[in-house]
């Protein structure tokens, strides 16, 4: 059983920043595969990045190409999400999921575990 434990959002004026964690146990955390996910009022809940175990393997959803950035620390069993130059489109609760998979999967049902999400809200 994995479980995981979001923090760092908040509110945030347009062009800001913010980095999310998601700190997970146990220890073998470290063999899954790690996914930030976002749900907006009203949508979908869609991928942002993902991350491998290694971290060789990294993940981002276009519309966060070049703002976001996803990384791990193993030894501290987490993942971290940071967020810059933010602009309203991504407000949604954001949640990091795990799955003892070898690829990104950018659909939810396919990940096993996730946490309980962590509010994000851009002011313009």
């Known amino acids: 059983q994995v479980r995981l434990v979001e923090s760092g959002g908040g509110l945030v004026q347009a062009g800001g920043s913010l980095r999310l964690s998601c700190a997970a146990s146990p220890r073998t955390f470290s063999y899954y595969f790690m996914t930030w996910f976002r749900q907006a009022p009203g949508k979908e809940r869609e991928c942002v990045a993902g991350?491998?175990?290694?971290?060789?393997?990294?993940y981002y959803e276009d519309s966060v190409k070049g703002r976001f950035t996803i990384s791990r620390d193993n030894a501290e069993n987490t993942v971290y999400l940071q967020m810059n130059s933010l602009t309203p489109e991504d407000t949604a609760v954001y949640s990091c999921a795990a799955d003892s998979r070898s690829s990104i999967s950018r659909v939810p049902h396919e990940y096993n575990y996730w946490g309980q999400g962590t509010q994000v809200t851009v002011s313009s």
């Open positions: 991350i491998s175990w290694s971290g060789a393997m990294i």
